[in-house]
C-alpha cells in the first residue's frame, strides 16, 4: 500500500524550463492538494483539488497549473521555471482532515 | 499568511525528558491537528483535537487547546532519540478544504 506516491523525488532545471510534477494516490479520497515547503516558512498551498474534475487557487498559486487527471492522480506544472521556484514540493491527499503526504519533490532552478 | 505560528522555533533535550512545544493561531477554528516530518519526509500526522475538546491522548503525546487564548501545546513525555523531527501545528479553514500550517518547531533529542 503506497498510500501517495510523488515522481520525481529530485529535479534540477535551468531557468524557463517547464516541467510536470507528478502525484497518485491509493487511498481513494477526493481530495488533493500541493505545497511548497521552503525554510522557516511552513507549508503553503499552492493549488487543491476537491473532487474529480475540480481544481482551485490556494495560497500561492502564481507560476503554476494543475490538472486533475482522475481520482488518482493530480500534476502540477511549472510553465517557466524561475529561481523562486526552488523548494519542497509536496502532494497530500485526504477527505476532510487529516491529510496524508508523499515525500516530495525536491526541485532547483538555476 | 500563516495561520498557526509554534513556538520554540528549535529545541534540544536529553533523551528521558518531555518537550513541549506550543501553538498559537490568529481565527476560530474547527479544529486543531499536530504532525511530524522526519528529515527528508512527508509529514505524518499525530493527533487532532476538535475546537470542542481541551485535552486529547496518544501514547506519550498529549495536546491541549485553549481557543479562548487561540493556542495549543503538543507533550511528548519521556522523549527518545527517535522524537528528533519537525512537529507542525496545522489548522483548518473555510470549507475544510485548506488546512494551514504553521512554521515548525524542530526538536533534537539526544541519546
Known amino acids: 500500500n503506497a498510500g501517495v506516491t510523488q515522481t520525481p523525488k529530485f529535479q534540477v532545471l535551468k531557468t524557463g524550463q517547464s516541467m510536470t510534477l507528478q502525484c497518485a494516490q491509493d487511498?481513494?479520497?477526493?481530495?488533493m492538494y500541493w505545497y511548497r515547503q521552503d525554510p522557516g516558512m511552513g507549508l503553503r498551498l499552492i493549488y487543491y483539488?476537491?473532487?474529480?474534475?475540480?481544481?482551485d487557487k490556494g495560497e500561492v498559486p502564481n507560476g503554476y497549473n494543475v490538472s486533475r487527471l482522475n481520482k488518482r492522480e493530480f500534476s502540477l506544472r511549472l510553465e517557466s521555471a524561475a529561481p523562486s521556484q526552488t523548494s519542497v514540493y509536496f502532494c497530500?491527499?485526504?477527505?476532510?482532515?487529516?491529510?496524508?503526504f508523499g515525500d516530495g519533490t525536491r526541485l532547483s532552478i538555476l | 499568511s500563516q495561520q498557526g505560528e509554534e513556538d520554540p522555533q528549535a529545541l534540544s533535550i536529553q533523551e528521558g525528558e518531555n518537550a513541549t512545544m506550543n501553538c498559537s493561531y490568529k481565527t476560530s477554528i474547527n479544529n486543531l491537528q499536530w504532525y511530524r516530518q522526519n528529515s527528508g519526509r512527508g509529514l505524518v500526522h499525530l493527533i487532532l483535537?476538535?475546537?470542542?475538546?481541551r485535552e486529547k491522548h496518544s501514547g506519550r503525546l498529549r495536546v491541549t487547546l485553549d481557543t479562548s487564548k487561540k493556542s495549543s501545546s503538543l507533550l511528548i513525555t519521556a522523549s527518545r532519540a527517535a522524537d528528533t523531527a519537525s512537529y507542525f501545528c496545522a489548522t483548518d479553514s473555510s470549507g475544510g478544504f485548506k488546512t494551514i500550517f504553521g512554521a515548525g518547531t524542530r526538536l533534537f533529542v539526544k541519546a
Open positions: 487511498m481513494n479520497h477526493n481530495s
Open positions: 497530500a491527499t485526504g477527505t476532510g482532515q487529516p491529510q496524508h
Open positions: 483539488s476537491a473532487s474529480e474534475g475540480t481544481t
Open positions: 483535537i476538535r475546537s470542542n475538546e
